[in-house]
């Protein structure tokens, strides 16, 4: 069973466009995250939500929209598409401060 | 705030060769210090982190790091590298409050030559 699954894993769009990018853990973490991982592999935190509630939020555009409708789960929502926006997303999740992350294995978003 | 500063983008090294990968960190509270390994078109893995007690942790892989708190570090070391080892390599130091950031480092990639 993977513990933290995204979907899709590959995501080719035309600029402009509204895209939404899944994330479900099985490992009963409280925690989880978005990642932006940009071409030169720098990783970024985008979000971070604790049962639900928004407790991280990054200098990120209002395009940009997570999603968390139970604590398994963490979805981003992405409007109006952009070139700059082609990137690796990567989900986690964590139960405790000393646990470090769990991450699934990135949706590779490309805008054309 | 915290950061981290990984001081080499590239290593490339011979297999059965020892390694050292370096990392510095800043932070103003206690942190915890992880490694994780990426390999090409894979997410990260957890490969050791470093809570409290020992500052020498062991991970997998034969993968060991040093904290070392007075130097701000934390290097992660192999004595015998194989040519899978071949991937990329992130430290990160998060806060020592529950919901603290993972803050990456910029990443080493480690290159094995046969």
């Known amino acids: 069973d993977t513990a933290v699954s995204q979907t899709p894993k590959y995501l080719v769009t035309q600029m402009g466009n509204d895209k939404s990018i899944k994330c479900e853990q099985n490992l009963g973490h409280d925690t989880m995250y978005w990642y932006k991982q940009d071409s030169k592999k720098f990783l970024k935190i985008m979000f971070s939500y604790n049962n639900k509630e928004l407790i991280i939020n990054e200098t990120v555009p209002n395009r940009f929209s997570p999603k968390s409708p139970d604590k398994a789960h963490l979805n981003l929502h992405i409007n109006s598409l952009e070139l700059g926006d082609s990137a690796v997303y990567f989900c986690?999740?964590?139960?405790?401060?000393?646990?470090?992350?769990?991450f699934g294995s990135g949706t590779r978003l490309t805008v054309v | 705030a915290q950061s981290v500063t990984q001081l080499d983008s590239q290593v490339p090294v011979f297999e059965e060769a020892p390694v050292e990968l370096r990392c510095n960190y800043s932070?103003?509270?206690?942190?915890?210090l992880f490694w994780y390994v990426q390999y090409p078109n894979q997410g990260l893995q957890l490969l050791l982190k470093y809570l409290s007690g020992s500052t020498l942790v062991k991970g997998i892989n034969g993968f060991e790091a040093e904290f070392n708190k007075s130097q701000t570090s934390f290097h992660l070391r192999k004595p015998s590298v194989h040519i899978s080892d071949t991937a990329e390599y992130f430290c990160?130091?998060?806060?020592?409050?529950?919901?603290?950031?993972?803050?990456f480092g910029q990443g080493t990639i480690l290159t094995v030559h046969p």
């Open positions: 986690a999740s964590s139960q405790e401060a000393g646990h470090g992350y769990t």
């Open positions: 990160a130091v998060k806060g020592g409050t529950s919901y603290g950031k993972l803050t």
């Open positions: 932070s103003s509270v206690s942190v915890y």
